[in-house]
């Protein structure tokens, strides 16, 4: 008897071919929704850590921000968008050193100055800040 129900001989031979169908159609249909319900998954959007930790705009930070970019302009000249973004390093620096760091930390922060000038800058810019070691110690401390 089990043997007669697993191979559907309960049921005659022309529904065979359809019952087959519907489950194939049945489980395609099932693999489609699986798709597109995982595809319409929200996202969380997490915020950046960096502009949660930002403290409001001080401006003796921003006064030797951009001291410091005047400094770095007078050696290698800047375009404005690099300007900005040396602005933004450079208050960073100046918010941090204002916070009470020990010397670690603040040894992780003038490397940490120094690398991101070494990426922006062409290897041409930073031989001529290579040059000014005075201007290279002043822009990384």
């Given at each position: ?30 693999l ?10 929200k ?26 970019v005047?400094?770095?302009n ?11 973004t ?40 930073m ?15």
């Open positions: 008897m089990f043997f007669k129900l697993s191979r559907f001989d309960f049921i005659n031979k022309k529904n065979n071919i359809a019952i087959m169908k519907k489950i194939i159609a049945l489980m395609v249909v099932m489609g929704f699986g798709f597109t319900a995982t595809a319409q998954q996202k969380i959007v997490r915020p950046n850590v960096s502009t949660v930790q930002e403290a409001p705009k001080d401006a003796a930070v921003e006064q030797a921000a951009l001291k410091d005047a400094t770095l007078k050696v290698v000249p800047l375009t404005d968008a690099e300007k900005v040396y602005k933004g390093l450079f208050e960073h620096k100046h918010r941090q050193l204002k916070a009470n760091l020990t010397d670690d930390q603040k040894t992780v922060l003038f490397q940490s100055i120094d690398a991101k000038l070494r990426a922006g800058l062409n290897p041409a810019q031989a001529k800040l290579d040059s000014n070691k005075k201007v290279l110690a002043t822009l990384t401390h």
